[in-house]
């Protein structure tokens, strides 16, 4: 983190993204999602009966929530196939609380991602002019013109922040929005949770994630909305029957594709968009016979001179992302963009994006802000047992360029430092073979920050894994 410069008077929200809060039952106040012990996530994604209680009931499908309740922000890793690691939010608050006037005029705002955006946008409005009142009349806030709210939203939470500021009034308060690796337009794997777990290696927890997300009007609302279904030689939007075929809701997704429209040419005010870069991202699907199959480019038209001399109506374009938001889909067109090589799930707490956070919260924009170069890594979100995977890193020419370490998420203790080679050109590590856990792989090239990922190994030729309760 940088020296003590300025410090905001403003009123600052931090706003998680998906899975990003702790949820417990509101009856019994036990822990839902966002547990301490890691192994809590292999006993949930390999036995299933510890998301049962995060699939939606009756009463929230018709709309009548509170059976969960979101206790706070995600104080430890968390794990999710496909969508693969979650960074804990401490650095993110530890970094706002320490560059504003006071750690009062911090806000940490944690929802049940489980449910629409649109219903947690208006808790969020509400929430904020209440802290932003709280704030202004905080004996330690001080100055001529009273504060303003500003608010720091990682993926999800900056949809939340978007459908929030539809509301004239709410956005009039807003001096600035932040938002870290956030799809305005969707993120295909979006569809690829839905579609999991029919078949390939290590089905049960790719099956396990479909089972909780077909049901969740949440996932639905991260669905893409532009061209991204290959069809022929070009491209069309994905449908509500494409879902349904897939086992999602259609009825959920048309209520999220309408949402989408409704906020499409809503304004953050003073809008600063971090976006992943670099990494292997899913950008297109094929859909055919209720699959889905992800592709590494975009399909973008092509110029009509190219189409009249005989060439393809779409061309396919690798644009990158963070390794879940394509990085054309975290940006809306009217801002610049700050690109950041790193992983979805870690782009709110990389020491690069907190940086950031302290610039848009004193109004310095020093930018440009820039990343760990163009570092990228690919690596499956599931590894079996007892056998090597590769991690390909892309970004860096020769294998001395890279470093690479691979971490317990359970001990904090190295267990791996894999040797980076040139194999068939490309640069991979081999990563030993390692028990059932969740680990963090790790790779350095000389930027920054390091680029983390999460991968869960998994031995389903096991008996059930025993249930982890708190």
Same mark, same amino acid.
Request: charged share 20%; glycine share 10%; net charge positive.
């Given at each position: 983190m940088s020296a003590p410069g300025p410090r905001s008077r403003d009123a600052v929200v931090v706003v998680p993204g998906i899975m990003g809060s702790e949820l417990v039952d509101a009856t019994t106040g036990r822990a839902l999602w966002g547990l301490a012990d890691p192994r809590w996530y292999l006993s949930a994604w390999t036995s299933g009966s510890s998301l049962r209680a995060l699939a939606l009931s009756d009463e929230e499908r018709d709309g009548r929530y509170g059976r969960v309740r979101p206790s706070r922000l995600l104080r430890f890793p968390a794990f999710a196939p496909v969508l693969a690691g979650f960074a804990p939010y401490t650095s993110l608050s530890k970094t706002a609380r320490a560059t504003v006037s006071h750690p009062d005029a911090v806000l940490e705002f944690p929802y049940?991602?489980?449910?629409?955006?649109?219903?947690?946008?208006? $808790? =969020? %409005?509400?929430?904020?002019?209440?802290? /932003?009142?709280?704030? +202004? *009349?905080h004996p330690e806030q001080y100055g001529d013109q009273p504060p303003r709210l500003v608010l720091i939203a990682h993926s999800m939470g900056?949809?939340?922040?978007?459908?929030?500021?539809?509301?004239?009034?709410?956005?009039?308060?807003?001096?600035?929005?932040?938002?870290?690796?956030?799809?305005?337009?969707?993120?295909?794997?979006?569809?690829? $949770? =839905? %579609?999991?777990?029919?078949?390939?290696? /290590?089905?049960?927890? +790719? *099956?396990?994630?479909?089972?909780?997300?077909?049901?969740?009007?949440?996932?639905?609302?991260?669905?893409?909305?532009?061209?991204?279904?290959?069809?022929?030689?070009?491209a069309r939007r994905l449908t509500s029957a494409d879902i349904a075929a897939?086992?999602?809701?259609?009825?959920?997704?048309?209520?999220?594709?309408?949402?989408?429209?409704?906020?499409?040419?809503?304004?953050?005010?003073?809008?600063?968009?971090?976006?992943? *870069?670099?990494?292997?991202?899913?950008?297109?699907?094929?859909?055919?016979?209720?699959?889905?199959?992800?592709?590494?480019?975009?399909?973008?038209?092509?110029?009509?001179?190219?189409?009249?001399?005989?060439?393809?109506?779409?061309?396919?374009?690798?644009?990158?992302?963070?390794?879940?938001?394509?990085?054309?889909?975290?940006?809306?067109p009217w801002y610049a963009a700050i690109p950041l090589a790193q992983s979805h799930g870690a782009v709110a707490s990389a020491a690069d994006a907190l940086l950031v956070v302290e610039d848009v919260l004193t109004d310095r924009r020093t930018g440009p802000w820039q990343g760990a170069g163009e570092l990228g890594i690919d690596l499956p979100d599931l590894a079996a047992a007892g056998q090597p995977f590769q991690a390909v890193v892309t970004g860096a020419e020769r294998p001395t360029d890279v470093a690479c370490s691979v971490f317990d998420v359970s001990t904090r203790l190295r267990v791996d430092t894999p040797r980076v080679q040139a194999r068939q050109g490309a640069l991979v590590a081999v990563v030993s073979a390692l028990p059932p856990g969740l680990y963090t792989v790790q790779v350095q090239g000389g930027g920054a920050a390091p680029l983390r990922q999460m991968v869960m190994v998994v031995d389903e030729t096991a008996p059930e894994i025993r249930e982890l309760h708190p």
């Open positions: 049940d991602w489980r449910l629409p955006v649109a219903h947690n946008a208006r $808790l =969020l %409005a509400e929430r904020a002019i209440r802290h /932003l009142a709280d704030w +202004r *009349a900056g949809l939340l922040a978007r459908h929030a500021c539809q509301d004239p009034a709410f956005a009039d308060e807003v001096r600035a929005v932040l938002t870290l690796g956030t799809p305005f337009y969707g993120a295909p794997k979006a569809v690829l $949770l =839905l %579609a999991s777990g029919r078949d390939g290696p /290590l089905r049960m927890p +790719r *099956a396990r994630v479909r089972e909780l997300a077909s049901g969740l009007p949440g996932v639905h609302d991260l669905l893409p909305s532009y061209r991204c279904v290959v069809d022929g030689a070009g897939l086992g999602g809701s259609a009825e959920l997704t048309t209520a999220s594709f309408a949402g989408q429209k409704r906020v499409f040419d809503v304004v953050l005010p003073g809008h600063v968009q971090v976006v992943g *870069a670099h990494q292997p991202t899913v950008q297109a699907l094929t859909i055919d016979a209720g699959t889905a199959s992800g592709h590494h480019y975009t399909l973008r038209p092509t110029p009509s001179a190219e189409r009249r001399a005989g060439a393809p109506e779409a061309q396919r374009v690798d644009v990158g992302g963070d390794g879940t938001v394509p990085s054309e889909s975290a940006r809306l």
